[in-house]
């Protein structure tokens, strides 16, 4: 069907609103759309998501749920769309990684209760990138059939698997709303967050995250990105610059692991050490000196240098820093936040000193950091 040259391109985004991701997706779609011009852009109107009509008339589909397409099949009659996947083994890897890095051995998985596409791939990554460094995986079965939908019989199931797990534990839960609910089993069943169980979600959801307690430490997806790409990719569809009649996938990627209190545990020889490592990770925030932590930790400053450089093989002080840089380089990676905000992300007292460091450290400006980070 050719679009009349006197309107603008009709295009369905079919997500589910409720969720962050989505909502990110959409930006991402939104973006484009308004840089174009010419997009007329219709998400989740009532009665077309249920039901999408064979008579219903739009120029292509952004596919951002998992049944879009099996649902749009009689709608989209040739027309094209593009797919939106998560992408398991992303999550899977920085998942991972924050939980070895912090020396933890004992790992568990909390799926989706109706176990979509999604979850059980995330689980398999999971357990796979674990298997690769001789680990295995617990997954919890979820509650009985016909009670799995009483969140108070739900949340008392989960606090019986999880105070049967050994301990230390770090669980991975499919979405930051399943995280939630393991914080709240493990409060449930007298377990300490991240003492007994660090815990770990999937989203980065700030209205979930930030509000927990402790608060959530959760995958972040690149949501925006991928639904800017997303939208680019039927646009050369739909203008026929592309053979055929495509239904394109485009990868919605894990980008980093926004740590907060609840994986705010570190294993190691020597207490100390660890205690510092977890104080630093927890309050990446705010502007910690060494001899402030060493007062936190009711040792002098000289004896808290010595037992973690022992422990770690790094200055506190090179480390608190390191930590700060680092997560300010995910920041100007994934994110379009300006220096200011970053800088008061990561504990810097502002813009100009995030520069001064990135100078004196990297040899590059925070905005060339960002354009070669992103090929630009």
């Known amino acids: 069907m050719k679009r009349p040259p006197s309107r603008p391109f009709q295009v369905v985004v079919d997500v589910n609103p409720a969720t962050f991701v989505a909502q ?3 930006r991402g779609v939104l973006r484009f759309a308004r840089e174009r011009g010419d997009w007329s852009v219709l998400s989740n109107a009532p009665g077309l998501i249920d039901s999408p009509s064979a008579s219903f008339a739009f120029d292509g589909l952004v596919a951002g749920r998992g049944d879009s397409l099996r649902r749009f099949a009689k709608a989209l009659r040739g027309r094209p769309a593009v797919e939106l996947r998560p992408d398991a083994v992303s999550v899977a890897q920085l998942a991972a990684a924050h939980f070895l890095e912090r020396g ?7 799926g989706h209760d109706r176990s979509p596409r999604w979850s059980v791939e995330r689980l398999a990554a999971f357990r796979g990138e674990l298997a690769s460094h001789g680990l295995a995986c617990a997954d919890y079965p979820g509650a009985p059939r016909g009670k799995d939908g009483n969140l108070a019989f739900r949340l008392r199931d989960l606090a019986s698997w999880l105070a049967a797990r050994p301990r230390p534990l770090a669980v991975l839960a499919a979405f930051d709303a399943r995280g939630r609910e393991v914080l709240d089993a493990c409060r449930l069943a007298g377990l300490d967050v991240p003492g007994d169980v660090a815990i770990l979600g999937v989203d980065d959801d700030p209205l979930t995250c930030e509000t927990s307690l402790p608060a959530l430490s959760s995958v972040a997806l690149d949501g925006e990105a ?12 739909m203008r026929g610059l592309l053979a055929g009649r495509p239904r394109r996938r485009i990868v919605l990627s894990a980008v980093r692991v926004e740590a907060r209190a609840s994986t705010a545990r570190f294993l190691g020889r020597d207490p100390l050490g660890a205690k510092a490592r977890a104080a630093i990770a927890a309050r990446l ?16 400053r000289r004896t808290l240098e010595l037992r973690f450089r022992a422990e770690t093989g790094v200055p506190l002080g090179e480390a608190i820093l390191g930590e700060r840089l680092a997560r300010a380089q995910d920041l100007l990676r994934t994110t379009s936040l300006p220096c200011e905000q970053i800088a008061a992300a990561c504990g810097i007292c502002d813009a100009s000193h995030l520069a001064h460091l990135f100078r004196r450290k990297l040899g590059a400006s925070p905005t060339d950091f960002r354009a070669k980070a992103r090929g630009r």
């Open 24 to 26: 990110c997706l959409l």
């Open 104 to 110: 933890f051995s004992n790992f568990a998985f909390v």
């Open 226 to 237: 991928a639904g800017y790409a997303a939208a680019a990719a039927l646009d050369a569809a």
């Open 285 to 300: 925030r705010e502007r910690l000196s060494v001899a402030a932590l060493a007062r936190e930790l009711g040792v002098s």
